[in-house]
Every structure is written in structure tokens, then in C-alpha cells.
């Protein structure tokens, strides 16, 4: 079974930018994976942000979440990334990545944002 890896979780100051990485833990991605980025903030249900394709790059995003959250991934890298500007205090969440391969989804553990203002 495959196993999402997030990280670069941390600390920053309100109106700063992030990126997350996700990769898979022991393996690599492959062509008809898709990968989806959520995130959870305290006391709040998971919220979908968007999803990338990893052949295509084909990429789709939550309403909520248009404009300021971009996903990408990088074949040389084998890795997907969440890219995040001009973060507000509510962005304050672990930021999850999940991998859907042959109709399973598999969950990273997740990484902590906390935003600080």
C-alpha cells in the first residue's frame, strides 16, 4: 500500500508563503495516481484544497481555496507540492496530502501549519 509523506510544516508569520511537500514514503509516484491536498483546523472538519493528476498535471481546486493555494508536482523530484501565499491565523491546520491509486485512498499523517499573527 502506498504511503503519502507531507513535510514542511512550521511556524510563520501572517502574510508569509508555504510550501508543502508530498511524497511517497519507500516508493514513487505513478502515472494514474492522483493526489489531493486537505487540511484540518482545530475544532473544524477536513477540508478538501485541490487535487493534481500526476500524468497530466491536470490540477482542480475547491472553490474556497482558489487563489491563493497552488498544487504542482515534479517528475524529476517525485514529489507534490502545496504552494501557499499571504497565509491569514485561520490557515492555521495540519495540511494533509492523500494519494488515490486502483480506487484506494491512502492519508499522510499530516504535517502542522501554524500561523502565527
Known amino acids: 500500500q502506498v504511503q503519502p509523506a507531507e513535510s514542511g510544516g512550521g511556524v510563520v508569520q501572517a502574510g508569509d508563503s508555504l510550501t508543502l511537500s508530498c511524497s511517497v514514503s519507500?516508493?514513487?509516484?505513478?502515472?494514474?495516481?492522483?493526489v489531493a491536498w486537505y487540511r484540518q483546523a482545530p475544532g473544524k472538519e477536513r477540508e478538501v484544497i485541490g487535487t493534481?493528476?500526476?500524468?497530466?498535471?491536470?490540477?482542480h481546486y475547491a472553490d474556497s481555496m482558489r487563489g491563493r493555494f497552488t498544487i504542482h508536482r515534479n517528475y524529476h523530484e517525485n514529489r507534490a507540492w502545496l504552494h501557499m501565499n499571504g497565509l491569514p491565523p485561520e490557515d492555521t491546520s495540519i495540511y494533509y496530502c492523500n494519494i488515490q491509486r486502483d480506487s484506494l485512498v491512502s492519508w499522510g499523517q499530516g504535517t502542522q501549519v501554524t500561523v502565527s499573527s
Open positions: 493534481i493528476t500526476w500524468d497530466a498535471g491536470s490540477r
Open positions: 519507500g516508493g514513487t509516484f505513478v502515472g494514474d495516481d492522483m
